[in-house]
């Protein structure tokens, strides 16, 4: 008995896929979604928020 991979929502677009081996973009859709994903990263568009002074802050007193 074999267990069927779970589906998932993509991260960026929302379509459903498989989270499994077989999905190289796991858990993304696409190439495409992933990389978009990953500009909006490299752009700071998404970011973890950090509650922490920035560290050219410390460095004026």
Do not use: Y
């Not at 990389?35 to 050219?56: C, H, T, Y």
């Amino acid at each position: 008995m074999s267990r069927k991979p779970p589906e998932v929502s993509c991260p960026h677009c929302g379509e459903k896929t498989r989270f499994s081996p077989e999905n190289r973009w796991r858990p993304f859709c696409s190439e495409r979604c992933r990389m978009v994903d990953l500009g909006e990263w490299f752009s700071e568009e998404k970011r973890i928020p950090d509650d922490a002074p920035p560290a050219w802050e410390d460095e004026q007193d």
